[in-house]
């Protein structure tokens, strides 16, 4: 046995213990709970499938903690498991990818939505090319409706990955134009560019598609209450929709585009009452890009108005049986955390409180700021965003960082960004492991019809099996 086999031997055979293989154990069985699920087949009419993208464990007790201390109230995920009394399953979820145990947005949500463990950044497509029939085709033709709500692209991984199959992620005109030809029922989000003729590669007019298709075609927030009662195209952005806290302090913008809570009420108003039931994922994809950019106001309360759509889907779920709801994460990103300041950690809460008083995230700071800006430009455009009056000598870092001279200990965090939220850290306390994804196994809350069979501890690939099991709708989920 050559070196090169025998590692790959060893590979293979501690996957095959790990029971990687999605759904089946090394014994060729598959796991217990789905087979008791076999049970319970057609008892959801309905699915919602809530996804924080790139929310670490750490992201959920930050959001939950200045919702808290700044509006006086738990998050609506944090009192599902308090206060509501409501019957909940809660768990960890392991995100793997097939190449890598630190996942993708789009190998994740083709796990979810194709039901394989896949190369990270193809959606719904093995290394060999063969496409896997995605969740929300499978609804279609049972009969069902489908729907996807996003804050990013509505070409972006997550939403993509319940619906589409490409080798590439960022064949985002392509995930658009699938779109059209399959068919789905409602769309919103942002991604513009990708739907007109003037920015797509091959210059066809999508949004002229979809109209000759019956869709109904919105671009305002306004507009989304008077649009018909067919097929909804939303699209409210030329790329993602902006952070929550950007938004808020520009009128324009707070007019124009929707909030997550407010398209998760247009589309559960438009897909409820159907007689063969429906599919909705609902991303709150920016939070992923919040943790991306060490930008602590970005994040935070972009998970907080997430959490507003949790409890749309609460509320909508309250009193039925015949919904699952799903409300988890595709991974950890950076992994974010209040660390203890001052004499017995005093200062944490203090400083963490600092953050009521930002107007703009970091990607606002950074925006204008490059490496010709002087100490005091940095200066006066970080108090602006955040009312911090940051040393001169944390500016010079920065500015080090924009022109590639500064050295840091651990080199993926000599990024601007990430120096700026490091220097940050200093007021707020809130400190970041990396600027990229993580390992972590995810958090997981389901309600409704099948959960008492899960295992507290799950693969991804099983929500899959799941939600086309409790659908009742295995039938359709060939070829
Ligand atoms: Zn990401």
Do not use: C
């Not at 959490?307 to 919904?323: F, I, P, Q, S």
């Not at 606002?364 to 009312?387: G, P």
């Amino acid at each position: 046995m050559s070196s090169m086999s025998r590692k790959e031997f060893l590979r293979n055979s501690a996957l095959a213990s790990l029971g990687l293989a999605p759904t089946i154990t090394a014994a060729g069985t598959p796991r217990h709970w789905l087979q008791r699920l076999k049970g319970k087949q057609g008892r959801a009419k309905n699915i919602i499938f809530m996804v924080s993208d790139g929310m670490s464990s750490g992201t959920l007790a930050l959001a939950d903690l200045v919702k808290q201390r700044q509006f006086g109230q738990q998050t609506s995920w944090l009192s599902l498991y308090d206060s509501t009394g409501r019957k909940y399953h809660r768990g960890l979820m392991d995100m793997a990818s097939l190449d890598s145990p630190v996942t993708d947005s789009a190998a994740a949500a083709s796990s979810w939505g194709g039901g394989k463990r896949i190369n990270n950044g193809a959606i719904n497509m093995s290394p060999d090319g063969r496409k896997y029939k995605p969740i929300a085709e499978i609804f279609r033709d049972a009969g069902k409706k489908t729907g996807l709500v996003t804050t990013t692209r509505i070409t972006h991984a997550t939403p993509a990955g319940f619906a589409s199959n490409v080798p590439d992620r960022n064949m985002e005109d392509t995930i658009a134009m699938q779109y059209l030809e399959r068919g789905y029922d409602l769309l919103m989000g942002g991604g513009a560019r990708h739907f007109e003729k003037e920015s797509r590669e091959d210059g066809k007019d999508l949004f002229a598609g979809f109209r000759a298709k019956g869709y109904s075609i919105v671009s305002e927030k306004s507009q989304l209450q008077s649009a018909g009662k067919d097929k909804l195209l939303g699209i409210f952005s030329d790329s993602h929709l902006p952070y929550t806290i950007d938004r808020k302090n520009d009128s324009d913008l707070n007019a124009s585009v929707p909030t997550i809570a407010e398209m998760t009420k247009v589309a559960l108003n438009r897909l409820d009452g159907l007689s063969n039931g429906f599919l909705l994922q609902v991303e709150g994809g920016r939070v992923d890009h919040g943790a991306h950019g060490n930008d602590a106001a970005a994040l935070i309360y972009d998970q907080i108005e997430f959490d507003e759509a949790v409890k749309v889907a609460l509320d909508y779920t309250a009193g039925r049986d015949d919904t699952l709801l799903i409300i988890t994460t595709d991974h950890g990103n950076a992994n974010p955390a209040v660390n203890g300041a001052g004499d017995r950690y005093s200062d944490s809460g203090a400083m963490l409180d600092n953050i009521q008083q930002f107007r703009h995230t970091n990607e606002w700071i950074l925006s204008e700021l490059d490496q010709n800006s002087t100490n005091s430009e940095i200066l006066d455009r970080v108090e602006e965003a955040t009312d911090i009056g940051i040393t001169k000598k944390q500016a010079q870092m920065i500015r080090k960082s924009m022109n590639g001279t500064l050295t840091t200990v651990y080199e993926a965090k000599d990024s601007p960004k990430a120096v700026l939220g490091s220097v940050l850290a200093n007021y707020l306390s809130i400190n970041w492991l990396g600027t990229v994804h993580t390992s972590d196994y995810v958090e997981l809350a389901a309600l409704g019809p099948g959960i008492e069979e899960m295992d507290a501890f799950t693969r991804n690939t099983e929500l899959f099996d799941m939600m086309v099991t409790l659908a009742g709708v295995t039938e359709y989920a060939a070829g």
